[in-house]
């Protein structure tokens, strides 16, 4: 607390500010030929001024890709949120293939990271965030059987930094593969006792087969499906 005319200060322990709140600073001098405040506030922003004490940092999601296994993907988003009055000011996506190349927005390809020609600025609206490119809409950007890593940053009104944990998904486009194993007619003669239908279902990747379908029809006048 000092004046030396014609600047002063008011110094306050940051433990005294309660985080995330907003305050109002209005200044006025005393005069003491007048025996009275000078000014009482108002209008004008030098002498009146608001501002947020927020300490807290912004939550990030991703939530597309929103499966583990994708044959395309045009658009990668997620979900943003601050604590109030706490707002979010900025955002950016990275996209990892592999250990450590990252999708370059400038040469529209992966690389080592590369500051932030590696960094995709995020559309931010209310509460959630996107990016696209014509390389992402068009598939070019991705690679069959490749597993990638899509990651969003966020910066609040305040600098208060935060991201989300890495969402991972693989770009499977093989279609998979299903056969039977039971019933078995060997010689074609015909089977007495049936007690479960199975078989066996494929693909390159061992867990991205979500579900198995099958379908059985009795070959009889009228013919009807099983249900």
Do not use: C, H
């Not at 004046?3 to 006025?28: E, L």
């Not at 706490?86 to 529209?108: E, P």
């Amino acid at each position: 607390n000092s004046y030396t005319s014609p600047n002063w200060q008011w110094s306050i322990p940051s433990a005294k500010w309660s985080v995330n709140r907003k305050y109002r600073v209005i200044s006025k001098g005393w005069n003491e030929a007048l025996g009275a405040f000078g000014y009482e506030g108002g209008p004008d922003t030098n002498r009146n001024r608001e501002f947020v004490a927020d300490s807290t940092a912004p939550v990030a999601t991703v939530y597309l890709p929103d499966r583990s296994y994708v044959v395309s993907l045009s658009t990668i988003a997620g979900t943003v949120s601050d604590t109030a009055p706490g707002t979010v000011q900025s955002g950016y996506f990275r996209v990892k293939r592999g250990v450590s190349d990252y999708w370059n927005w400038k040469l529209s390809t992966f690389t080592a990271i590369s500051g932030s020609d590696n960094d995709l600025t995020a559309t931010i609206g209310t509460g959630l965030a996107e990016y696209s490119t014509d390389y992402f809409k068009n598939g070019l950007a991705w690679e069959t059987d490749k597993t990638y890593g899509v990651q969003l940053y966020l910066t609040d009104k305040a600098g208060n930094a935060g991201n989300s944990v890495e969402k991972t998904f693989t770009v499977d486009r093989s279609s998979p593969s299903a056969r039977f194993v039971l019933p078995l007619d060997v010689n074609k003669s015909g089977i007495s006792y049936i007690p479960s239908i199975s078989g066996t279902a494929l693909d390159n990747w061992t867990n991205s087969n979500a579900e198995v379908y099958l379908a059985m029809q009795k070959l009889d006048s009228p013919q009807k499906w099983y249900d």
